[in-house]
């Protein structure tokens, strides 16, 4: 299974744009890259997903490398309610298995 | 819309008993899967259904088996518990299949096994 790799913790200041790193140098050309962000006692909610092209949502933008080796989680001004774990996490041809890695954890300081 | 309801929210249990967890998926949704979350060991799969059959299975014994209803609703259960059982089971729903799909996931059941 390909899996990804994030930094274990990210700070921000509040208002401030964070960028939250992924490595998927395993990726397949048909992967695609989704992330979900978890808040205390809650089950993971979904932000957003992307194949090659960056993608915008209300929530936050996803940057995809040109290899598809890496992506990035912009959000572009953090709030205390962002303070979340974030998962990257690839979808594969096998559809229904997703693989989560460790996440990062994101402290939102005011 | 509800969103994917799991019950029970809070289950204590002990060794060497069994436990059904159960999951109602969004309506329309027909894929469901299953995780098991712990502070060790992070979010792992444990399976998927589509269409009342099982589609995938992760590295977990036999112990755990689950099965998915005619209207998607879904059960897993784990026979003979163990202590290294207790964890969050969460279940997530899907439209269908597809990689592009979003996971919709419920607020899971906390497990303890004394």
């Known amino acids: 299974d390909a899996k990804t790799t994030q930094p274990n913790s990210m700070e921000s200041n509040e208002e401030e744009p964070v960028h939250l790193p992924c490595n998927h140098s395993?990726?397949?050309?048909?992967?695609?890259i989704h992330w979900y962000r978890q808040l205390p006692s809650q089950g993971p909610e979904y932000v957003i997903h992307g194949l090659t092209s960056n993608v915008n949502n209300r929530m936050a933008s996803l940057a995809i490398a040109e290899d598809r080796k890496s992506s990035t989680l912009i959000l572009h001004r953090a709030t205390l309610r962002d303070a979340a774990v974030y998962y990257c996490i690839l979808r594969d041809t096998n559809a229904g298995k997703s693989t989560f890695g460790d996440g990062t954890t994101l402290t939102v300081k005011p | 819309k509800a969103g994917v309801t799991q019950t029970p929210r809070y289950l204590i249990k002990t060794r060497g008993q069994q436990v059904t967890l159960s999951c109602s998926p969004i309506?329309?949704?027909?894929?469901v899967s299953w995780y098991q979350q712990t502070p060790g060991q992070g979010l792992q799969f444990l399976f998927e259904y589509f269409s009342e059959t099982q589609r995938n299975k992760g590295n977990f014994p036999g112990r755990f088996s689950g099965r998915q209803f005619s209207n998607s609703r879904s059960e897993m259960n784990v026979s003979t518990l163990e202590l290294g059982d207790s964890a969050l089971y969460l279940c997530?729903?899907?439209?269908?299949?597809?990689?592009?799909?979003?996971?919709?996931f419920g607020s899971g059941t906390q497990l303890s096994v004394l």
């Open positions: 395993t990726i397949s050309g048909t992967d695609y």
């Open positions: 309506s329309g949704h027909r894929s």
């Open positions: 997530a729903s899907s439209l269908a299949r597809g990689v592009y799909e979003k996971l919709f």
